[in-house]
């Protein structure tokens, strides 16, 4: 069981907007900047988002992050068929002196 | 651009060890801290372990502490994930990653492309 949350999977039709949640604790997104990335099947992670709400360079400005709290959330608007990959959102837990992965969110684009 | 090859993967029996390396290239690799993290077949990713810029503080999942073990050769540009006492559950592609910045608070940016490691008997 993951101590971040994500849903398991998400969906949207292409042009919508689709927003994955990521549920912690204070210990850790409460506390700690939340990183999110996307996997595509047999390849490494990318980075998609740093510092809770930092887009790296190269990253579509369609994704963004945000944080509230001891929750974080990923959208992605004008939904494309090439987004359709897994999500994970990643955070430095203080208890646990590590990091922690959600279970990642398979998002289908419809 | 920035590249991190992984190599030493295999297939190795329960209770074996095997030595997992990471060679870097094109940043200051002293700059950054060092991750390891892997991914059980069908299953999300796991942080391993995290290394510092100077190689002093290491952090260990709960997982592989007191098992594994991190390191890193500076002048080599190269981290390196020692894992001893294996389980079938160790059965991961690992891959390594860049730290974002020095400090391993902020997490990993530009990851390699993985080396799967099978435990089985």
């Known amino acids: 069981q993951s101590v971040l949350t994500q849903p398991p999977s998400a969906s949207g039709t292409p042009g919508q907007r689709v927003t994955i949640s990521c549920s912690g604790s204070?210990?850790?997104?409460?506390?700690?900047?939340v990183n999110w990335y996307q996997q595509f099947p047999g390849t490494a992670p990318k980075l998609l988002i740093d510092?809770?709400?930092q887009r790296p360079s190269g990253v579509p400005d369609r994704f963004s992050g945000s944080k509230s709290g001891t929750s974080a959330s990923l959208a992605i608007s004008g939904l494309q068929a090439e987004d359709e990959a897994d999500y994970y959102c990643?955070?430095?837990?203080?208890?646990?002196?590590?990091?922690?992965f959600g279970g990642g969110t398979k998002l289908t684009v419809l | 651009q920035v590249q991190l090859v992984e190599s030493g993967g295999g297939v190795v029996q329960p209770g074996r060890s095997l030595r997992l390396s990471c060679a870097a290239s094109?940043?200051?690799?002293?700059?950054?801290?060092m991750y390891w993290v892997r991914q059980a077949p069908g299953k999300g990713l796991e942080w391993v372990a995290v290394?510092?810029?100077?190689?002093?503080?290491?952090y260990y999942s709960d997982s592989v502490k007191g098992r594994f073990s991190i390191s890193r050769d500076n002048p080599k540009n190269t981290v390196f994930l020692q894992l001893n006492s294996l389980r079938a559950e160790d059965t991961a592609v690992y891959f390594c990653?860049?730290?974002?910045?020095?400090?391993?608070?902020?997490?990993?940016?530009?990851w390699g492309q993985g080396t799967p490691v099978t435990v089985s008997s």
């Open positions: 990653a860049r730290g974002l910045v020095r400090s391993v608070y902020y997490g990993m940016d530009v």
């Open positions: 094109r940043f200051t690799f002293s700059n950054h801290a």
């Open positions: 290394l510092s810029p100077d190689g002093i503080n290491k």
């Open positions: 204070r210990v850790n997104i409460g506390s700690n900047t």
């Open positions: 510092s809770s709400d």
């Open positions: 990643a955070a430095w837990d203080d208890s646990r002196n590590g990091w922690e």
